[in-house]
């Protein structure tokens, strides 16, 4: 089977092609996820686009890429994900997380491929005070939220697959900034009252994987599973770093200097009323994001 990545060289496409390559990322499970079996020896012909390779934007270089390439299947992880930077850059944002996004399911349908789009938990308001799942209604609060749920539109043939908080090696995120803090004993403060769920990104690659083997048609919830504040999170990962739950002091969004430039979700852990299999839950997945960076 011939699977196109675009958005290949960030934190999900990095973990993606390793595992579609059969290797485990460093921060993955060995027990294989949502009942996948482990990939064997040749069974994927990747072929892995960053921006640089392939820009999504550029209809008739997707459309030239999807007729020389013919992929059984496009996974497009290509984004424009900042979020604040978004509600100044708007055409920027539904650009890339629209436009691309249409131009790569439109071209990859007309091959005869299915597509499989990340989309984001900041598609909902987040107002309901309960885990959400594939059938409650979207209502987005910021530009990045609008563009993405935008670009769920154009998915015909294939699987949108929302999930959310995604973190991974890649890059400087937030579990650096915790395993720092508990190394040099520094204080931190994050939000309390904005509760979702951390999705590995080793995690849900593995996830993408059994969804390319067994495809699933429509909107489909892959997150880490259970919930928790990112002041819950942080306070864990100086904690496994270390350091102490006291170094991290929860604060409400309204309290944040400089205030955040978009609006987020307020409650909006992600749950499938499609899928019987989950996602470790998010502790899980933290600790192993944790103890891998510790390593390096």
């Avoid at 989309?119 to 209502?139: K, M």
């Avoid at 350091?243 to 609006?263: C, E, H, M, Y």
């Avoid at 992600?270 to 103890?291: A, F, H, K, Q, Y």
Wanted: aromatic share 4%; with cysteine.
């Amino acid at each position: 089977m011939k699977i196109l990545v675009t958005g290949a060289t960030g934190q999900v496409g990095s973990d993606l092609i390793q595992v579609l390559h059969g290797q485990q990322p460093r921060a993955g499970r060995a027990t294989a996820l949502l009942g996948a079996e482990a990939v064997r020896e040749g069974e994927f012909d990747v072929v892995a686009f960053s921006h640089s390779d392939l820009d999504i934007t550029n209809a008739q270089a997707v459309s030239d890429a999807m007729a020389s390439l013919r992929p059984d299947e496009v996974v497009n992880l290509a984004a424009y994900t900042k979020v604040d930077l978004a509600e100044d850059h708007e055409v920027e944002a539904y650009l890339v997380n629209e436009t691309g996004t249409r131009h790569l399911a439109q071209a990859a349908e007309q091959c005869g491929a299915r597509t499989i789009h990340i989309s984001t938990d900041y598609v909902f308001s987040g107002d309901l005070g309960r885990a959400l799942v594939e059938s409650d209604e979207t209502n987005p609060q910021s530009v990045y939220g609008a563009s993405k749920l935008a670009g769920e539109a154009h998915v015909g043939l294939g699987t949108v697959v929302r999930s959310s908080w995604i973190v991974g090696l890649g890059g400087r995120t937030v579990i650096d900034v915790a395993i720092s803090a508990a190394q040099e004993g520094r204080e931190l403060k994050f939000v309390a009252d904005q509760v979702g769920t951390l999705t590995s990104s080793a995690d849900l690659a593995a996830g993408l994987v059994a969804l390319i083997r067994e495809p699933l048609d429509g909107v489909v919830h892959l997150a880490g599973s259970g919930e928790a504040s990112w002041f819950e999170i942080i306070a864990s990962a100086v904690e496994l770093a270390g350091g102490s739950r006291d170094q991290v002091q929860p604060i409400a969004t309204s309290d944040l200097n400089p205030p955040q430039r978009a609006k987020r979700p307020s409650y909006s852990p992600l749950i499938s009323e499609r899928l019987s299999n989950t996602l470790p839950d998010w502790s899980d997945g933290l600790e192993r994001l944790v103890r891998a960076r510790l390593n390096d």
